[in-house]
C-alpha cells in the first residue's frame, strides 16, 4: 500500500532532523495546520501525530478487507448516499488569488478569500508578527484609485483561523469593495486581493421626487413630480440579524408544523 | 364596474432527485408526496371548476427541475409502483380499521378510493405524465404556466458571472418551451430572488415578467404611487408584479394563518409511524427508516394538544372547515379590493397573492379544496375577479417605470436564509465551478467541432454545476432538516464536476465515468455548454 510506503518514508526523513523552515513546508504540502508561531518541537509533534493517525487507519482499512472478504454477501440495508458514493472528498483551495464579498442583508456583508500557492508563500514568509487586515471601502457612487473612498474600515484577520467573515456596514444601499492586505513596518497598508463591488440592498424608501410614467399604447414615456404614493405601506420592521435561528428553536421545540418552518423561512414573511 | 384583481400565483418547485441506482430512494419520495397530496388534486380541482363552467385564474409557475422529473420515465414507474403499494396498504387499512373505530374506518375507506382515483388519473389519464395536465389547461386559457431559472439557483449570488445567470434563465426558458411546446412569457425567480439589473438578462430572453417580494417595491429607486397594488416596468422593459403582504398573511401566519384550524388534518400522524413495524414495514423505506404513508387518522384539535392526544379527523368536518375559510378569505379580499378601488379613484388594484404550490395539499391537506371553493366563490363576486399576470400585461395602458430594490422573500426579506454560518462554504466551489466551466466551454467554442466526447463531457460539466447552484441545499442546511443530504449533494456535484474538467483540460474522457454521471444526474438531455460564453 502506498500509504505505507509514504509514513514509512515520513518516519526515517524526520530522523535526519530536518530545519524547522523544511518541517514547516513539508507540513504545509501535507495538509497540517501548522501555525506561524509554532516552535520546532511543536512542529515535530505535529509530525508525529500524523503517522500515527496513518498507521491506525492502515490497521483499520486492513481490518475491515478482512472482514468483509470472510463475509459473503453485503449488508443489505446498507444505504451509501447519493447514489452509491459516500461523502465525496472536496478540495479546500483552488489556488487562486480570490475575495469576494456578498451581500447578506442591508447591513452585513460577507467576505470569502481564497489564495494562489505564490501569495499563500509571501503570506507563509511574513516576519512574525505582521498584521493582516481586511479593509472595506464605501465606494458609492466613486471610480475607486485606492484613495479616495468615503469611508475606509479595519478589520484584523486571522489568516490561520478564518477563511472568510462577516462583517457590519453602516450603509444600506451602498457599494462596498475590501482589500485584503497586511501593514507593514513603517506603518503601510499593502494589498494583496482586491474584491468584486458588492451593493448592499436597500431598507428604506426612496427619497426621489419624481414618477416615470409609460403609455404604453401611445408608446411614450412620461416624468412628473411624484405627490408620493396614494397608499401608505405598513413596513415590517427586521428581527436582529440572523433572528430567525432563534424562530427556528421555537418552531421546532413543541409540535409545530413543517408548513410553519417553511413559512418562516420563505413566503409568509418576507420582512 | 371595475372589480379587484387576484393574481393567484404557486409556485411548484422540487429539487431535482433522482437515483436510477435505487428502486427506493427515501428523498424521492418528496416528489411522489407532492404528486399524490398537491399536483393532481389540483388537475381534479380544474377539471371540476370547468365542468361547473365557473371561471378561475391561477398563475404557477412549475420549474425546470420539477418538470424535468414529472417527465422522467423511470421516476413514474417508481410513483406507480408507490401508489400501488399505498392501494395495498390502504386496502388493509379498510380491513383492519374495521374493529378499531367508525371514524378511522371512513378515513381508511376514503383514503382507499381517493388513491386507486389519483393513480388512474395518473396512469390513464395522463399516460403517466402529469405536465399534460397542466398544458391542456394552459391551452384551455384557465392557467398560466410560467418558468423559473434553470435549478432554482439563488441569482443574487451569481451577480459577478453573467454567464452563470444567463445560463439559469436560458436553460429554464428552454425547458419550458420542451415540456409546454411555447415559449414562458413569464419567470418566478428563484426564491423571488431580485437584484437592480437582473431584469436586463430576463428581456434578453424575451421573458415579459417577473414578482417581487413587498419590499421590492417599498424601497425601489422611485416610490411605485400605487404601492403594491399595480404592476410596474422596468427600464429594461420587463413587468414587475409584487407580492400583497395581506393575502400571505391570512394564510401563511403560524398563529392566526388558515392551515391551523383545529379541524384540519394533523401532518405528524401517519401510520408509517404510529402502526407496530412489522406491520407497516412492507410500505416504509427498505432500511426500516419510517416514513409518511399519507394515511393519516388524526386532525390538529388544538395546537395545545399533544400528538398523542389528538381527536380522529373527518373529512366532510375539513370540507366544511375549508369552504367557511374560502367565504371568509373571499370577503376579506373583496374588502380590501374595494377600499383600494377608492383610494385609487377607480383604477383596479391588482392584488398578487403567491405561494408554494406545495403547501396546498402537502403541508395543509384541505389546501386544494380552500383554492377550489374560493375560486367557485370569487366566479360570482361582484368586487373582485381572479387573473393571471399575463392578462395584466395585456391590459395594462399605462405603468410606472421603476426599478425595483434588491430582496427575496427568505426570512427577513434578503439573503441570509442562504448565507449564513450553515452554508456560506458552498460559495467557494459554485463560483469556482462557474469559472471552470467557462474556462473548458472556451477552449472548444464551436460545438460542432468538438469531438463528441469532449462535447458529452463538458454538457455533463454544465448539468453537475447546474445541479450544485439548487438554491435548496443552502435552504435546507439553514433549517436543519436532511442536512446531510444537502451536503452530500453539493458535495457530490463538485466532485463530479471538477472530475470532468481534469477529463476535459487533459483531452483524456473516462467513458465509463462519464456515462456513469450521465445516467444518475439525467436532467437536460438538450443543455448546450456553450451558453457559458455568454460572458
Known sequence: ?271 | MPKGNIVFMLHAHLPFIHHPQYDFFLEENWLFEAITETYIPLLRMFKRLEEENKKFNLTMSITPPLMEMLANEDLQQKYIKRMKKMIELAEKEVNRTQKENPRKHKMAKFYYNDFKEILYIFKDVYGGNILKGFKEYLEKGYLDVITCNATHGFLPFMEQYPQAIRAQIEQGVKTYEKHMGIKPRGIWLAECAYFPGLDKYLAEYGLEFFFVDSHGFWYADERPRYGVYRPVVTPNNVFVFARDPESSEQVWNADIGYPGDGRYREFYRDIGFDREFEYIKPFIDPSGVRINTGIKYHKITSKNVPLNEKDFYDIDEAKKAAKQHALDFLKKKEAQASGLLNLFEGLEPVIVAPFDAELFGHWWYEGPIFLEEFMRYSSESKLIRTIKASDIVDKIEKVQIVTPAASTWGANGYNEVWLNGTNDWIYLHLHEMVEKMTEAAKKYPNPEETPSKIKRALNQMARELLLAQSSDWAFIMTTNTSVEYAVNRTKTHVKRFLELYEMVISGKIDMRRLSHFEETDDIFQDIDYTMYLKV
Open chain 1, 1 to 271: 500500500m502506498s500509504g505505507e510506503r509514504n509514513y514509512e518514508k515520513l518516519k526515517k526523513w524526520l530522523e535526519t532532523d530536518p530545519t524547522i523552515q523544511e518541517l514547516k513546508s513539508k507540513a504545509k504540502d501535507l495538509g497540517l495546520k501548522v501555525k506561524r508561531m509554532m516552535k520546532k518541537r511543536e512542529v515535530v509533534k505535529l509530525f508525529k501525530n500524523y503517522i500515527k493517525k496513518l498507521e491506525k487507519l492502515e490497521k483499520l482499512q486492513n481490518e475491515s478487507t478482512a472482514s468483509s472478504a470472510s463475509s459473503t454477501s453485503k449488508p443489505s440495508q446498507e444505504r451509501q448516499r447519493p447514489s452509491g458514493e459516500s461523502t465525496p472528498e472536496i478540495p479546500q483551495t483552488y489556488e487562486k488569488d480570490k475575495l469576494i464579498l456578498m451581500p447578506v442583508n442591508p447591513n452585513w456583508i460577507h467576505a470569502y478569500w481564497d489564495f494562489s500557492k505564490s501569495t499563500r508563500e509571501i503570506l507563509e514568509n511574513f516576519p512574525e508578527g505582521t498584521r493582516v487586515f481586511l479593509r472595506i471601502y464605501d465606494v458609492t457612487f466613486i471610480q475607486f484609485n485606492g484613495n479616495n473612498a468615503h469611508r475606509t474600515f479595519e478589520i484584523p484577520i486571522n489568516l490561520n483561523l478564518q477563511k472568510n467573515y462577516y462583517f457590519n456596514v453602516p450603509m444600506p444601499n451602498a457599494d462596498y469593495l475590501a482589500e485584503l492586505g497586511y501593514v507593514t513596518k513603517d506603518g503601510r497598508f499593502v494589498s494583496l486581493l482586491k474584491s468584486n463591488v458588492c451593493r448592499t440592498p436597500s431598507n428604506s424608501p426612496s427619497q426621489s421626487t419624481r414618477e416615470r410614467w409609460m403609455d404604453i399604447r401611445k408608446k411614450r414615456k412620461i416624468v412628473t413630480p411624484s405627490d408620493g404614493p396614494v397608499i401608505r405601506e405598513v413596513e415590517r420592521i427586521a428581527g436582529s440579524v440572523f433572528g430567525f435561528e432563534k424562530e427556528i428553536s421555537k418552531a421546532l421545540s413543541g409540535h409545530s408544523l413543517d408548513w410553519q418552518l417553511v413559512s418562516i423561512f420563505r413566503s409568509g414573511r418576507g420582512i
